[in-house]
């Protein structure tokens, strides 16, 4: 049996990737925040698709900087 070719992840998916590993950094997770900046080979439409999909979630809040750069801020709700 042959064996499954396996599709490259897209740009997007790789782009999502990348922001996912510096929000997952136990620096990040300890401070609840992250600083994400558009690489120069990343899609603009891309970047900015992936910040609506970050935005969109509760407790999340953006703030982008002077820089270009864009501080994710969240908060984990306490459980009843």
């Known amino acids: 049996m042959p064996a499954a070719a396996t599709t490259p992840p897209s740009s997007y998916e790789r782009l999502g990737l990348r922001v996912q590993k510096i929000i997952n950094s136990p620096n990040a997770q300890k401070a609840k925040a992250a600083l994400i900046f558009r690489q120069p080979d990343e ?3 891309e970047w900015e698709r992936l910040l ?3 935005a969109e979630n509760d407790n999340v809040t953006l703030a982008y900087r002077d820089d270009g750069g864009v501080q994710i801020f969240w908060v984990v709700p306490k459980e009843d």
Do not use: A, R
Request: no cysteine; proline share 0%; hydrophobic share 50%.
């Open 43 to 45: 899609v603009v439409d």
């Open 52 to 54: 609506e999909e970050i």
